[in-house]
Nanobody, 124 residues
Framework: QVQLVESGGGLVQTGGSLRLSCAASGRTFSSNAMAWFRQAPGKEREIVTAIAWSSGSAYYTDSVKGRFTISRDNAKNTVYLQMNSLKPEDTALYYC?????????????????WGQGTQVTVSS
């Protein structure tokens, strides 16, 4: 069993930076693949980035490549999302998610555990 709690959201200006954190509790955290999804009002939930149990394997959706970085610190049971050069179109509720195994997947229905979300708003 895994529980996830996101933090670090807020209001920032275009071009600014923000770091989101996802604190996990659960005995299998170090072997879980994890991901960040986001959902804007009136839109479907979409994957932003994902990371396998090994930090050397990660996925980024095209719209955030070069701007966002996912990382994990298994000793702290935490996964991070560093967001740079933020744009208004990045505005959304950001969710942390985890799978029961170590394999990266790209759809929301393929993840087993979810946090409550943290709001990111980028002003223009």
């Amino acid at each position: 069993q895994v529980q996830l709690v996101e933090s670090g959201g807020g209001l920032v200006q275009t071009g600014g930076s923000l770091r989101l954190s996802c604190a996990a509790s659960g005995r299998t955290f170090s072997s879980n693949a994890m991901a960040w999804f986001r959902q804007a009002p009136g839109k479907e939930r979409e994957i932003v980035t994902a990371i396998a149990w090994s930090s050397g394997s990660a996925y980024y959706t095209d719209s955030v490549k070069g701007r966002f970085t996912i990382s994990r610190d298994n000793a702290k049971n935490t996964v991070y999302l560093q967001m740079n050069s933020l744009k208004p179109e990045d505005t959304a509720l950001y969710y942390c998610a985890a799978r029961r195994d170590r394999f990266i997947r790209f759809n929301a229905y393929e993840y087993d555990y979810w946090g409550q979300g943290t709001q990111v708003t980028v002003s223009s």
